[in-house]
T-cell receptor
């Protein structure tokens, strides 16, 4: 595809609800990353996938967060029982291979009321 | 503890001048370091990567240095333009793996 796409672009939810965020990487990119960016702060690594290898989940902040990726395509980040502190922009990036230049999507802005 | 530090204060410079941004890190021995640009409401865009065995790298008006002794990278924009106004992030992969760690970024304003 032309670039990394994410949906929805904005999501407002109530505390306690589950949300699912989607990322479509660039076709052919084997590596996919999820980050969280709180207002005025840097990017916080959450998880990465590479090919069919087990994902590195070491950055996930709690067991309410999970992510899946189907092969080398779409990924979904799920946050269960959302809390207000989950409010942030969630960014997805993909790269040709691990360690290569990362191409970022526009992000999903999540607001938990 | 391991951390990356970038100047949290915004940098204001006049058009045509050289902007210099600093990235310091502690307790890492990264194989390489990257710089990204981020505009408001958008994802970061990759600019340059410099490896530990490279002292300096250039791309058009951009120059990056990497001092592994000082644990510091400097990012320079020469002949700056108002369109260069953005937040600049440095990032590194601390283990030679792929859990990229980002600094909080420095906001640059270039005045016409």
């Amino acid at each position: 595809g032309a670039g990394v796409s994410q949906s929805p672009s904005n999501k407002v939810t109530e505390k306690g609800k589950d949300v699912e965020l989607r990322c479509d990487p660039i076709s052919g990119h084997t590596a996919l990353y999820w980050y969280r960016q709180r207002l005025g702060q840097g990017l916080e690594f959450l998880i990465y996938f590479q090919g069919n290898s087990a994902p590195d989940k070491s950055g996930l902040p709690s067991d309410r967060f999970s992510a899946e990726r189907t092969g080398e395509s779409v990924s979904t980040l799920t946050i269960q029982r959302t809390q207000q502190e989950d409010s942030a922009v969630y960014l997805c990036a993909s790269s040709l291979d691990l360690g290569d230049e990362q191409f970022f999507g526009p992000g999903t802005r999540l607001t938990v009321l | 503890s391991q951390k990356i530090e970038q100047n949290s204060e915004a940098l204001n410079i006049q058009e045509g001048k050289t902007a210099t941004l600093t990235c310091n890190y502690t307790n890492y021995s990264p194989a390489y370091l990257q710089w990204y640009r981020q505009d408001p409401g958008r994802g970061p865009v990759f600019l340059l990567l410099i490896r530990e065995n490279e002292k300096e790298k250039r791309k058009e008006r951009l120059k990056v240095t990497f001092d592994t002794t000082l644990k510091q990278s400097l990012f320079h924009i020469t002949a700056s333009q108002p369109a260069d106004s953005a937040t600049y992030l440095c990032a590194l992969d601390p283990t030679g793996g792929f859990k990229t760690i980002f600094g909080a970024g420095t906001r640059l304003f270039v005045k016409a």
